[in-house]
C-alpha cells in the first residue's frame, strides 16, 4: 500500500487537474469522475491522457491512510465514484455494504489485461471477485545494506541482532511492526489469539533498545543516505532506492510475510457510474498500466503492461515481480473487526510506551 506522498504538493500546485483533499463536491456533472486515491499514486500524465482521449474531467482528491479514506466513504457526504483502498480495507467496506458491484463487461480491459493470479490473491477480502480491481501490489521484506551487513539475510531475526542497535528502522504501523514479531514467531499475521499477540508484544519491546526509529516514509530516505544498516520497507519502495543506492539489498525473509493489494473500487454511492467503468478501463490498458508502473515503481498485476517494459532486468525483477510459489506463508492483511482493531490498539500502546 502506498504510504508516502513526498511530491503530491507538488503535483496539486501545478495542475488544474487536482484538487486538494476533500475537494470532491457533493454532486458532479455527467461530464466528470471523482477519483480518491493516495497520494503520488498515478502519473498526472495518464489524468491529462484520459480527459483529452474522453472529454471527461477528473476531479481528483487524495488520502494519507485508509483509515483517514474510510469514514468520508461511509458517511457518504463527499461522493466519489473510484476509490484505492487497501486489502483489509476492501473487506470492511464490503461487510458494510458500502461498494457496487464491478460490471466486468463494461471493464473489459479488467478482464483481459489483469493476471489471474492477483484475482486470485484478491479473493482472500472478495471472496467472488465482485467488488475490486487490482491496481497495485507488493510485499513487505527487509532492505539492508550491504557495506554495512556482512552476512546473508534470510530471517526477519536480524532486526533483533544487538550488533546492529541504533542501526534499525521499523514501520511505525500497528499492523506491520505485528506481522514482523507474528511472523517471527511462526504466526499469523491476522491472528487474534490474545497470547500469540501478547508474545509479539513482548518481542517487540525486547526489540525497542535497538530500534534507530520507527518511522514510515523516512526508511527509503534513511537507507538511500546510508543512515541505517537494516529497514522493513515496502517492495515498491526497495526498487526505488536501489536506483538511487546500489549497495542496497531487498529480501522476503524466509518466515514469511504480507503480500498487499490496492484495489480499485466503486462506492454504491457514485453519481457518475458510466464514467467511473471508463476511468477502470482506461487504467486498465496496458500502456497506461506501464505508465503508472514506471511512475509509481509499485508492482502492476496487469500482465500485458509488464510485457511492455522494455527494461529486462526490471521486467524481470524478483522484487518487482517476485514468483510467489517460491515463498512459504504469505498472507494478506484481513479486516479483523471492532474487537480486533481495538486489541491491536491496545498491545501496540503498550509496546510504544514501554
Known amino acids: 500500500m502506498k504510504k508516502c506522498t513526498l511530491l503530491a504538493a507538488l503535483l496539486i500546485s501545478v495542475s488544474t487537474l487536482f484538487t486538494g483533499c476533500g475537494a470532491a463536491s457533493d454532486t458532479a456533472s455527467a461530464g466528470e469522475v471523482v477519483v480518491y486515491n493516495w497520494g503520488e499514486y498515478i502519473d498526472p500524465d495518464a489524468i491529462t491522457q484520459f480527459e483529452e482521449e474522453t472529454g471527461i474531467k477528473v476531479i481528483y482528491d487524495e488520502f494519507e491512510t485508509n483509515e483517514i479514506m474510510y469514514p468520508k466513504i461511509e458517511a457518504g457526504a463527499s461522493a466519489y465514484d473510484v476509490v484505492c483502498p487497501s486489502d483489509y480495507m476492501i473487506q470492511k467496506m464490503i461487510e458494510n455494504d458500502l461498494l457496487a458491484e464491478i460490471d466486468f463487461e463494461k471493464i473489459p480491459n479488467a478482464k483481459t489485461n489483469i493476471g489471474a493470479q492477483y484475482y486470485e490473491q484478491a479473493k ?33 531475526s536480524v532486526l533483533w541482532d544487538e550488533k546492529y542497535k541504533d542501526n534499525i528502522l521499523m514501520q511505525d504501523s500497528v499492523r506491520d511492526a505485528f506481522m514482523v514479531a507474528l511472523k517471527l514467531k511462526g504466526y499469523s499475521m491476522n491472528s487474534t489469539n490474545p497470547a500469540e499477540l501478547e508474545e509479539a508484544k513482548n518481542a517487540l519491546i525486547e526489540q525497542k533498545p535497538l530500534v534507530q526509529a520507527y518511522v514510515i516514509d523516512q526508511v527509503r530516505d534513511k537507507m538511500i543516505g546510508n543512515e541505517a544498516a537494516i529497514g522493513v520497507i515496502y517492495s515498491g519502495e526497495a526498487i526505488y532506492t536501489q536506483r538511487e543506492n546500489p549497495d542496497l539489498e531487498y529480501v522476503i525473509p524466509k518466515e514469511g510475510t504480507n503480500v498487499w493489494l490496492d484495489c480499485w473500487v466503486i462506492p454504491k454511492n457514485a453519481p457518475n ?5 471508463k476511468f477502470l478501463d482506461f487504467m486498465c490498458r496496458d500502456d497506461i498500466a506501464l505508465k503508472n508502473f514506471e511512475y509509481i515503481t509499485y508492482s502492476t498485476p496487469n ?34 473487526g471492532e474487537e480486533g482493531d481495538a486489541l491491536y490498539n ?8 514501554n
Not at 467472488?128 to 552476512?151: F, H, R, S
Open 124 to 156: 482472500e477480502f472478495d471472496p467472488k471477485n465482485q467488488y475490486a480491481i487490482p491496481y497495485c501490489w507488493g510485499t513487505v521484506g527487509i532492505l539492508y545494506n550491504k557495506t554495512m551487513v556482512d552476512e546473508p539475510i534470510d530471517s526477519w
Open 273 to 277: 457510474m458510466e464514467n467511473a467503468q
Open 303 to 336: 500482465d500485458a503492461a509488464r510485457e511492455l517494459i522494455e527494461d529486462e532486468e526490471i521486467r524481470n525483477s524478483r522484487i518487482a515481480f517476485p514468483t510467489l510459489s517460491d515463498y512459504e506463508n504469505l498472507e494478506t492483511f484481513h479486516y479483523l
Open 346 to 353: 491496545e498491545v501496540w500502546k503498550e509496546v510504544k510506551s
